[in-house]
């Protein structure tokens, strides 16, 4: 069975401040991955998706990933940080043919103003 | 709003009572899951419908949970004889088209048993 791994729990950085979270996915074959995001009080938000292609991904809200095979990795990056990005950060991988998600753990992400 | 809503947001229960979540999935998708989050962890999965056809099962937790999506439009998830550990937040999600992963999901049914 796949599994995904969020290496962090609760990272904490103030405004400006680059981020990234940290992605291990645990299947060797293709995979279709992603970043979900939830803000406080709201539902899941996809932020990215790869399935193919250009490895590095981008998302909305200046969010990108960048998937590397050899690392079983998919790595969230944003340049720099707002108040407004506080939130819990997901990422998960695609399941078989009917489509369902395998998710992290997520990383709870607080930026201080 | 054209999003996924779950209802209720919130039920409170006491241990052993029978409880039902309804989803109403944006109308065209005709894919419908269910998921469950615990404090501290993703979304797990639990159910998978493809129109009323409910192709996958065998992630319910136990013979307790079960679901239904009788005309392919909304569905319910039923937990029997609530226990506390079946505290959790219990989320919706669809979709449908062309765009295989395009999932919408709803706000979730946050479940405390007593």
């Known amino acids: 069975a796949q599994s995904v791994s969020q290496h962090n729990h609760h990272v904490i950085l103030s405004e400006a401040a680059s981020l990234e979270l940290g992605c291990n996915y645990s299947?060797?074959?293709?995979?279709?991955l992603f970043w979900y995001v939830q803000y406080p009080g709201q539902h899941l938000q996809l932020l990215l998706k790869?399935?193919?292609?250009?490895?590095l991904v981008k998302g909305i809200k200046g969010f990108e990933a960048e998937f590397i095979k050899s690392k079983f990795s998919f790595n969230l990056r944003k340049p720099s940080v707002q108040w407004s990005d506080t939130a819990e950060y997901f990422c998960a991988v695609g399941e078989g043919s009917q489509g369902n998600l395998i998710f992290g753990k997520g990383t709870k992400l607080s930026v201080k103003p | 709003d054209t999003g996924v809503s779950q209802d209720p947001r919130h039920k409170i229960t006491k241990r052993g009572q029978n409880v039902t979540f309804r989803c109403d999935p944006i109308s065209e998708h005709n894919r419908l899951y269910w998921y469950r989050q615990t404090l501290g962890q993703g979304p797990e999965f639990l159910t998978y419908f493809q129109n009323e056809a409910q192709l996958e099962k065998s992630r319910l937790l136990s013979d307790r949970f079960s679901a239904e999506r009788p005309k392919g439009s909304f569905s319910t998830l039923e937990i029997q004889r609530t226990e506390q550990g079946d505290s959790a937040m219990y989320l919706c999600?669809?979709?449908?088209?062309?765009?295989?992963?395009?999932?919408?999901f709803g706000s979730g049914t946050r479940l405390t048993v007593v």
């Open positions: 790869y399935f193919s292609g250009d490895p």
């Open positions: 999600a669809s979709r449908g088209g062309t765009d295989y992963y395009g999932y919408t």
């Open positions: 299947y060797g074959g293709t995979v279709n």
